[in-house]
């Protein structure tokens, strides 16, 4: 009668046991949305964010938060040119060139004395 009883409380101890788990919250639950006055505190995007470079299509730019092709309008302005960190906006006003990352240079790396400089846009090809 023991093992009968034994088993009937953890029978019960089991059935007990998904009732107090639907009281513990999801950690993989996003957090409550608050409403509409966090969307208006977040600053809208702007500048230049992305750049995507197609050798055989369009390329194209995110400016502002809109997808922008070669030659496509933005606001008043046309983008113009497309380089490997910037744009250039072209309107009535003038010629605007924005950056991926502002205030961000490249620079040359300095070669030893003894290293022969190749000349640009060559490639070394492996010698049978």
């Known amino acids: 009668m023991t093992m009968n009883s034994n088993s009937l409380m953890i029978v019960a101890a089991l059935l007990c046991a998904p009732a107090n788990a639907w009281s513990l919250p999801d950690p993989t639950r996003p957090p409550d949305f608050v409403g509409a006055e966090s969307a208006a505190a977040t600053p809208a995007p702007s500048g230049l964010q992305s750049i995507i470079r197609r050798p055989h299509g369009k390329s194209a730019a995110v400016i502002n938060g809109v997808y922008v092709e070669l030659g496509g309008r933005i606001g008043d302005a046309t983008l113009d040119r497309i380089g490997e960190d910037s744009v250039q906006l072209r309107s009535a006003g003038g010629r ?33």
């Open 96 to 128: 605007e060139t924005m950056y991926l990352t502002p205030g961000v240079g490249k620079k040359i790396a300095p070669t030893s004395s003894g290293a022969a400089k190749r000349p640009p846009g060559k490639l070394e090809k492996a010698r049978p």
